[in-house]
Every structure is written in structure tokens, then in C-alpha cells.
């Protein structure tokens, strides 16, 4: 079955590069119309995308913070890295990866989720 | 502010139908497809419906989704408390050249 997990630092200071890793399992990102993406949600608000990547090695990102991010995928290793610069304590979230598949008519969506992981942003 | 609106809450008694509501604009609800996502409290969110009318094996019928226009609602029937959670819907928007969230809907089971 598919899981994902994510992985990091759960404290970060202001203005430092967060690394996020996601491990994944029952999956290939080098299998045709696979992708992993990245998804955050601050305390008590709403899920926000940040990233996405492919089994081509296409990459997207969110528009508003894409200056800030670099996706890139370890297919020998089944995973996913996420990398964020210059955090500020809006930032503060719990970041979740996640599954997804697309064919020639689009995206089945996000399918499976990982339990995520809660990274502060404070000095 | 979140490019897809969705009221804050909504609320039903067991046994009711419910709908959530989900407006967009022409380039994300209106040319593409829309999802919903089910988050329980203090868990990670989960696939409820996708391609604007699609469940995933094992989400019960009780959950559909339709779309119209720019606009999407997500109808859960027959009502039950362990539905009460947050409700999110999701589309790609070809603007931003992005998948966008909508702000989310609590869902209260009186």
C-alpha cells in the first residue's frame, strides 16, 4: 500500500533554509503520470499548496512563494525533498506530502497523504 | 484570502443533507476540475471526491460532488457525527499556474 512520511527539523529560526524530506513507499516517481507535492496548513488555518513534482522531473510551484522554494526527487532513494529559504515565522505550519497521479485528462488528486509534520518558525 | 470561496461553516442534524458550497472564477472551477478533501480534527486531510464528481474507492456514496459554471458544491446526505470535520475544496487555476485551496468549511453535526 502507499504511505508517505514526512521528515525535518520541527524548529527553525527566522531567516534559515528549512529542508523537508518525504519517504515514500508502495510507489515509483519514475512510473509514468506520478507526482508528489507539498501542502502546508498554519495553526487553525486553511491547506495552502506549495510544490509539486513529477516522474518527468516537471516541477510547479506556488506563485507567491516560488522565490523561496526548490523541489527535487531521489527516485533510488523513493524520495521527495522540499527546500524553503529565508523563513519567517508566518511559515509556521504543519507541512504534509503527498500522492498524486495524472493521465491525459488530469489529476485523480491528491489520493494519500502523509501524517505531516509541524515545523516552528521562532528565534 | 483564498482564490476559491467556501462559506466557514455549515452545520446539520443527523440523518440531514447538507451541501457545501465552492465559487471560483473562470480560470480554475470554470475550465478545470474541482476536488474535496475531508480533514478530521487533528488529522491529515483526506481524497473525498475528485474530478468534480469522482469518489475514491471506499468514500461512501453519501458524499457527491457536482459542478456548474464556476461553481462547485459538495452535498453530504444521511448525516452523521463522525462527518463533522473541515471541508476543503481544490482546482488547478491556470492564471496562477497552480493548484489552489479553497479557505475551508467546519462542518458542526448539532
Known amino acids: 500500500q502507499i504511505t508517505l512520511k514526512e521528515s525535518g527539523p520541527t524548529l527553525v529560526k527566522p531567516t534559515q533554509t528549512l529542508t523537508l524530506t518525504c519517504t515514500f513507499s508502495g510507489f515509483s516517481l519514475s512510473t509514468s503520470g506520478v507526482g508528489v507535492g507539498w501542502i502546508r496548513q498554519p495553526p487553525g488555518k486553511a491547506l495552502e499548496w506549495l510544490a509539486l513534482i513529477y516522474w518527468d522531473d516537471d516541477k510547479r510551484y506556488s506563485p507567491s512563494l516560488r522565490s523561496r522554494l526548490s523541489i527535487t526527487k531521489d527516485t533510488s532513494k523513493n524520495q521527495v525533498v522540499l527546500t524553503m529559504t529565508n523563513l519567517d515565522p508566518v511559515d509556521t505550519a504543519t507541512y504534509y506530502c503527498?500522492?498524486?497521479?495524472?493521465?491525459?485528462?488530469?489529476?485523480?488528486?491528491?489520493?494519500?497523504w502523509g501524517q505531516g509534520t509541524l515545523v516552528t518558525v521562532s528565534s | 484570502q483564498s482564490v476559491l470561496t467556501q462559506p466557514p461553516s455549515a452545520s446539520g442534524t443527523p440523518g440531514q443533507r447538507v451541501t457545501i458550497s465552492c465559487s471560483g472564477s473562470?480560470?480554475?472551477?470554470?475550465?478545470?476540475?474541482v476536488y474535496w478533501y475531508q480533514q478530521l480534527p487533528g488529522t491529515a486531510p483526506k481524497l473525498l471526491i475528485y474530478r468534480n464528481n469522482q469518489r475514491p474507492s471506499g468514500v461512501p456514496d453519501r458524499f457527491s460532488g457536482s459542478k456548474s459554471g464556476t461553481s462547485a458544491s459538495l452535498a453530504i446526505s444521511g448525516l452523521r457525527s463522525e462527518d463533522e470535520a473541515d471541508y476543503y475544496c481544490?482546482?488547478?487555476?491556470?492564471?496562477?499556474?497552480?493548484?489552489?485551496f479553497g479557505g475551508g468549511t467546519k462542518l458542526t453535526v448539532l
Open positions: 473562470s480560470s480554475n472551477i470554470g475550465s478545470n476540475y
Open positions: 503527498a500522492h498524486r497521479r495524472v493521465d491525459y485528462s488530469g489529476s485523480y488528486g491528491f489520493d494519500y
Open positions: 481544490a482546482g488547478w487555476d491556470d492564471s496562477l499556474s497552480g493548484k489552489v
